[in-house]
C-alpha cells in the first residue's frame, strides 16, 4: 500500500514552453501533497504545499506563478512549470500525506520527473 | 537554519550492523523523527518512524532517547544496496525540511 506515481517520468522540452507532471496516490486518499525540487548532488528543497480543494501554499522565494499547482481531486495533484527556462532543470517530486492526524507526518514519495529544458 | 545534523557520509561493509545518528536539539513536542533512504534520480523512501523509545520493522531499527534531542538508525547487516543517501527529519504535519543526509557507502 501507500503507493504514490509521477507522470511523466523525465521530459524534455523547448525553452518557453509548458509542462503538466502529475502526481497521484494510487491506494489512498491524500488530502496534502507536497511538491519538491531536487538539483544534482543536493537535497530536497520543498516548493509548495498542495491542498484539495484550495490554493497552494508556496515556499519562500518560489513564483508561484511560474509554478502552478492544481489539486482537484483527493489522489491527483498537477504542477505546471509555465514559460519553462534551461535553470528550471531539475528533479521534481512528489509526496503525498496519509492520514488526518495533525501531528503523525506520513508521506510517502513519487519517483521524481526528471524536467531538461532545452 | 538545518533542523537536523547527521554526518555527510558513512562508509561500512557487508554483513556489519550500521548505525547513523542523527542530533535533533530544538525537537518540538508534536514532531516526529523519520527516516528516509534515497537512491540517485529516484524519490525518497520511508524507512521508519517514531516518536520516543525504540520502534523496529522488517528493514531497520530507530532508536530515540529520553530527551528526543538525537535518534539513531540501525540497519541490521548491510548489503550492497542498501549503498544510498539517508535523510533524517523531524516535522509533524507539513512539509518535510530536508538536511544534506548521509551518504553511506557499503563496500564487499
Known amino acids: 500500500g501507500a503507493v504514490v506515481s509521477q507522470h511523466p517520468s523525465w521530459v524534455i522540452c523547448k525553452s518557453g514552453t509548458s509542462v503538466k507532471i502529475e502526481c497521484r496516490s494510487l491506494d489512498f486518499q491524500a488530502t496534502t501533497m507536497f511538491w519538491y525540487r531536487q538539483f544534482p548532488k543536493q537535497s530536497l528543497m520543498l516548493m509548495a504545499t498542495?491542498?484539495?480543494?484550495?490554493?497552494?501554499?508556496?515556499e519562500q522565494g518560489v513564483e508561484k506563478d511560474k509554478f502552478l499547482i492544481n489539486h482537484a481531486s483527493l489522489t491527483l495533484s498537477t504542477l505546471t512549470v509555465t514559460s519553462a527556462h534551461p535553470e528550471d532543470s531539475s528533479f521534481y517530486i512528489c509526496?503525498?500525506?496519509?492520514?488526518?492526524?495533525?501531528?503523525?507526518?506520513?508521506?510517502?514519495f513519487g519517483p521524481g520527473t526528471r524536467l531538461t529544458v532545452l | 537554519l538545518a533542523k537536523t545534523t547527521q554526518p555527510i557520509s558513512m562508509d561500512s561493509y557487508e554483513g556489519q550492523e550500521v548505525n547513523i545518528t542523527c542530533s535533533h536539539n530544538?525537537?518540538?513536542?508534536?514532531?516526529?523523527i523519520t527516516w528516509y533512504q534515497q537512491f540517485p534520480s529516484q524519490g525518497p523512501r520511508f524507512i521508519i518512524q517514531?516518536?520516543?523509545t525504540k520502534v523496529t520493522n522488517e528493514v531497520a531499527s530507530l532508536f530515540i532517547p529520553a530527551d528526543r534531542k538525537s535518534s539513531t538508525l540501525s540497519l541490521p547487516r548491510v548489503s550492497l544496496s542498501d549503498t544510498a543517501v539517508y535523510y533524517c527529519l523531524r516535522g509533524g504535519a507539513d512539509g518535510l525540511t530536508f538536511g544534506k543526509g548521509t551518504h553511506l557507502i557499503i563496500q564487499p
Open positions: 530544538n525537537i518540538a513536542t508534536n514532531d516526529y
Open positions: 498542495s491542498n484539495e480543494g484550495s490554493k497552494a501554499t508556496y
Open positions: 509526496s503525498a500525506k496519509r492520514g488526518s492526524s495533525g501531528y503523525y507526518n506520513e508521506q510517502f
Open positions: 517514531g516518536y520516543k
